[in-house]
């Protein structure tokens, strides 16, 4: 079983999952747009009980923008402001990192590009990846 290990920008908090990825998905939904001040969001969804998170300004910020309506925990860190991971009730037991937090991106690669309904039009995904217009299913 791999680990995967990242951590904010400026260091203060960290995180560790000792898991196989379920999926790596880059997200196009309104919500992650202003979460990360992009396009999109490249995510990694691990199950949730295998996440572990240390440092002191680990904070969290309860989402219902979504369409589901569900809360959907959006965890950052309070001293540099990185979005580090999130996680809710429409997902189940699952967390999903963000990609760019992580120590090691050399292995990331989504085959799944989902909420393409609102995806901005500058961004092109590549011929033959998968894609969702809301979340996959």
């Known amino acids: 079983m791999p ?5 904010c920008l400026c260091g203060e908090v ?3 999952a000792d898991a196989e990825p379920v999926m790596q998905v880059i997200c196009h939904c309104r ?3 202003k979460n990360t001040g ?3 969001s490249m995510n990694i969804a691990v199950p949730s ?3 572990r998170v240390t440092g002191d300004s680990h ?3 309860v989402d219902r923008s979504g369409a589901s309506g569900k809360p959907f925990e959006r965890h950052f860190c309070g001293a540099c402001g990185s979005p580090i991971f999130g996680s809710g009730d429409a ?6 990192i963000k990609a760019g937090t992580l120590d090691d991106a050399s292995w990331v690669a989504p085959s799944l590009h989902i909420w393409c309904a609102e995806k901005l039009p500058c961004i092109d995904i590549p011929a033959g990846a998968g ?7």
Do not use: V
């Not at 680990?3 to 951590?7: A, R």
């Not at 894609?131 to 299913?137: D, E, M």
């Open 3 to 7: 680990t995967i290990e990242g951590g």
């Open 14 to 16: 960290r995180y560790r």
């Open 31 to 33: 919500s992650c747009q």
């Open 38 to 40: 992009s396009g999109f």
């Open 49 to 51: 009980e295998t996440l």
């Open 59 to 61: 904070k969290m910020y």
């Open 91 to 96: 997902y189940g037991a699952l967390s999903f």
């Open 131 to 137: 894609r969702a217009a809301g979340n996959p299913g």
